[in-house]
Every structure is written in C-alpha cells, then in structure tokens.
Nanobody
Framework: VSLLESGGGLVQDGGSLRLSCSGS????????VGWFRQAPGKDRLFVGG???????EITDISRGRFTISRDSAANKVYLEMNGLKPDDTAVYYC???????????????????WGQGTQVTVSS
C-alpha cells in the first residue's frame, strides 16, 4: 500500500483543517490506518486510527477536537481537525498496517506503509 497525505497548511489558533490520506490498491479499506504527528525535536505521536469496520480509536490528542473517517469508495481516510492550537503544529503522517481485518495500533513500528507527511502550522 502506498499512501499520500494532503490538506496541511497554515491556520490561526482555533482554526480547522481536514487532512486526507489517499491509499493505493483495491483492498485499501481492509487495512487499519493510523494518524501520527511529529513536532520538531519530539517523538512521533499517535493521534488516532480507524479499522476496516470504520471503528475509530481516539487518543487524548484527538478526543473532542479531531474526527477520523474513511471513504472506502474513494480509498481515502480523513483527519478532520477543529479547534487547532499552536501545540498542534507538527508534520502529520498517515500509516497503514500490513495486517488486514485488524485494528490500528498506537505503535509506529506496527505500521509498514507511511505517507510523506503534511505540515500543519497553527499560528497564535
């Protein structure tokens, strides 16, 4: 599976962005997809993920502000972010696990396909 993120950019404090992750292959919807982010000098963090049934796993980062969804027909997974804060500034990555019919993981090592990342910058 190859992945391509889009939708990043510069927004003001409190703004919104929707990131897209486009996947290749007919069975992309069978794979769990995770969203991660990495700020300069910091570890890559799990933002949340979605499984093949479109069940979503959220984290303290995403709870209440971010929404993850999938459009299986379009081979896309979305990360919709509202109420963005300067602390949300990071490169955001989507990643797919190699195991079908399973759930996302919070561990980056469990993913074998990664997009190139998209920069999100939130100004104060």
């Amino acid at each position: 599976v190859s992945l391509l993120e889009s939708g990043g950019g510069l927004v003001q404090d409190g703004g919104s962005l929707r990131l897209s992750c486009s996947g290749s292959g007919r069975s992309f919807s069978s794979y769990p997809v995770g969203w991660f982010r990495q700020a300069p000098g910091k570890d890559r963090l799990f933002v949340g993920g979605i499984d093949w049934r479109n069940s979503v796993e959220i984290t303290d980062i995403s709870r209440g502000r971010f929404t993850i969804s999938r459009d299986s027909a379009a081979n896309k997974v979305y990360l919709e972010m509202n109420g963005l804060k300067p602390d949300d500034t990071a490169v955001y990555y989507c990643a797919a696990r190699s195991l079908k019919w399973t759930g996302p993981s919070s561990r980056s090592v469990d993913y074998n396909s990664w997009g190139q990342g998209t920069q999100v910058t939130v100004s104060s």
